[in-house]
């Protein structure tokens, strides 16, 4: 669980590297990782859309009680200009 230093076994996850420094994908893992270009929807201007998709899907899955949660980096939504440096200084 987020919070705590307990390992939670995965299976497998989609790592998203189209530019140096590679070395963001570790060499050996117990988990497959698969880095295939169809992978990433939420790259530049699809991210907003991808967000809300991925947010469906967890409350689609989370209602049909499946177990499975779509981990995705966060997206601040609903930013005015004058809002942005804000937001970049609060991510240090």
Same mark, same amino acid.
């Given at each position: 669980?987020?919070?705590t230093?307990?390992?939670?076994?995965?299976?497998?996850?989609?790592?998203?590297?189209?530019?140096?420094?590679?070395?963001?994908?570790?060499?050996?893992?117990?988990?497959?990782?698969?880095?295939?270009?169809?992978?990433?929807?939420?790259? *530049?201007? @699809?991210?907003? +859309?991808?967000?809300?998709?991925?947010?469906?899907?967890? #409350? =689609?899955?989370?209602?049909? *009680?499946? @177990?499975?949660? +779509?981990?995705?980096?966060e997206?601040?939504?609903?930013? #005015? =200009?004058?809002?942005?440096?804000?937001?970049?200084?609060?991510?240090?």
């Open positions: 669980p987020e919070g230093s307990e390992w939670i076994p995965v299976r497998a996850a989609f790592r998203y590297v189209t530019q140096r420094p590679w070395n963001r994908i570790p060499i050996s893992t117990r988990t497959l990782i698969l880095n295939p270009i169809i992978a990433c929807l939420a790259g *530049g201007r @699809n991210k907003l +859309l991808a967000a809300k998709a991925y947010d469906l899907m967890n #409350s =689609k899955l989370a209602s049909e *009680g499946v @177990n499975l949660r +779509l981990k995705v980096p997206t601040v939504r609903d930013v #005015s =200009k004058i809002e942005v440096p804000l937001w970049v200084k609060s991510f240090g």
